[in-house]
């Protein structure tokens, strides 16, 4: 009986969208995260008559034929990269990317990461930094006598420092574009990597056609909505309840038919 494995597909895969779910949910308040939503294709289908199958000598052809499908399985997992609410902080160090763009952090194995997250703060050499302590790039490095900074929302930082009328520029920031950005693999820790599915990134000063700009001050929230990801849990639930009760209705239909003498 078909319907045993079709239904056993059919709870594999509203499973891994609970999981999904569940993801999304756990990360309501993970600075920069980019919800995922899963993504699911039918299984090959069993043609007991083809469509368009001769049906007689006269040359007369099934117009819909017979096909019966095998079950659902999990097409992909894909990254929804809609802007997140921008929430203001008022720290100095706090950066929110508002467009196109990912930060760029150079990893302890030399590798260049992308994040959304733009939670940093200055390590005790002065350099910008992620909350792991990775440097961003191009580096950053803010002078011990530095009073106050200011990144202008074209990346550009600048330092006032004690005794000096102008203010000191320590460099500029940039930013990272994909042309795939859902494509890109997330290893955690609010960082990314490119793969072949995300191309290789372009960058370009925050502003430049394409880009986006940098606020200081910000940071952007996660873009998860809770209300949709509840109602999405529980169309899940009710479609693995409606797979569960299948194989029940399936195992007693084999138990009638084993009775029947």
Not at 226 to 248: C, D, F, G
Request: charged share 15%; proline share 4%; net charge negative.
């Amino acid at each position: 009986m078909r319907s045993l494995s079709i239904a056993a597909t059919g709870m594999q895969a509203q499973q891994l969208n609970v999981e999904v779910i569940s993801n999304n949910i756990a990360n309501m308040n993970t600075t920069g995260f980019k919800r995922q939503r899963a993504e699911f294709q039918d299984l090959l289908y069993q043609n007991l008559e083809r469509p368009g199958a001769s049906t007689s000598s006269a040359g007369t052809t099934a117009p819909m034929g017979i096909q019966v499908g095998v079950g659902v399985k999990a097409g992909s997992v894909g990254r929804v990269t809609q802007q997140g609410a921008i929430e203001r902080t008022d720290n100095t160090t706090d950066l929110a990317i508002s467009g196109r763009g990912y930060f760029q952090v150079q990893m302890p194995d030399g590798t260049t990461a992308f994040t959304r997250a733009g939670n940093f703060a200055a390590d005790a050499e002065g350099r910008l930094v992620t909350s792991d302590g990775y440097p961003i790039e191009p580096a950053i490095t803010i002078p011990n006598e530095a009073i106050s900074i200011s990144i202008s929302r074209d990346g550009v930082v600048e330092a006032t420092v004690q005794g000096q009328a102008a203010s000191q520029q320590l460099g500029q920031i940039e930013l990272a574009a994909f042309v795939n950005p859902a494509g890109l693999e997330a290893i955690g820790d609010n960082l990314f990597l490119e793969t072949a599915a995300s191309g290789s990134p372009n960058t370009a000063t925050p502003g430049s056609a394409g880009y986006g700009t940098l606020m200081q001050g910000f940071l952007e929230t996660s873009n998860v909505n809770p209300v949709e990801e509840i109602s999405a849990l529980i169309v899940a639930q009710r479609a693995y309840e409606m797979n569960a009760k299948v194989i029940t209705a399936s195992d007693e239909m084999l138990q009638t038919a084993t009775q029947v003498r």
